[in-house]
């Protein structure tokens, strides 16, 4: 499938994740402290609670996460895995492009095996 866009670059606050919805599925984007822009699936592994109403953080030599309001569960930005508990199953991740100041999502989820170690 095309990749759809779902905001400007400019819609995007640094270390904020926005929710929106490709091809039908809630998202979680954000924009990191270096620019680099990121697609989450946008609902919790571990209970329904949207994940674009968490927190970002720079996890350190985990990279950039994404907290679950709720309980806690931080998920890496570049490969969807819960590296807290109580969530252990990851999130999507979905491939990002920027053209211009128009931010677009591929609603095909990265297969895991194509995500980085």
Same mark, same amino acid.
């Given at each position: 499938?095309?990749?759809?866009?779902?905001?400007a670059l400019d819609d995007l606050e640094q270390d904020?994740?926005?929710?929106? @919805?490709?091809? !039908?599925? #809630?998202?979680a984007v954000v924009k990191d402290a270096n620019g680099? =822009? +990121?697609?989450?699936?946008d609902t919790c592994t571990h209970g329904d609670i949207?994940?674009?109403?968490?927190?970002?953080?720079?996890?350190?030599?985990?990279?950039?996460?994404?907290?679950?309001?709720?309980?806690?569960?931080?998920?890496? @930005?570049?490969? !969807?895995? #819960?590296?807290?508990?109580?969530?252990?199953?990851?999130?999507? =991740? +979905?491939?990002?492009?920027?053209?211009?100041?128009?931010?677009?999502?591929?609603?095909?989820?990265?297969?895991?095996?194509?995500?980085?170690?």
């Amino acid at each position: 499938m095309a990749a759809e866009r779902v905001c400007a670059l400019d819609d995007l606050e640094q270390d904020t994740a926005v929710r929106v @919805l490709v091809g !039908g599925v #809630p998202v979680a984007v954000v924009k990191d402290a270096n620019g680099d =822009v +990121f697609a989450l699936g946008d609902t919790c592994t571990h209970g329904d609670i949207s994940l674009a109403e968490g927190f970002v953080e720079d996890g350190g030599t985990d990279g950039p996460t994404l907290e679950c309001w709720a309980h806690g569960s931080r998920f890496s @930005l570049r490969t !969807g895995r #819960p590296l807290t508990l109580p969530a252990y199953q990851p999130v999507p =991740v +979905f491939r990002v492009t920027v053209e211009g100041d128009d931010v677009l999502v591929d609603p095909t989820p990265v297969p895991a095996d194509q995500l980085p170690a």
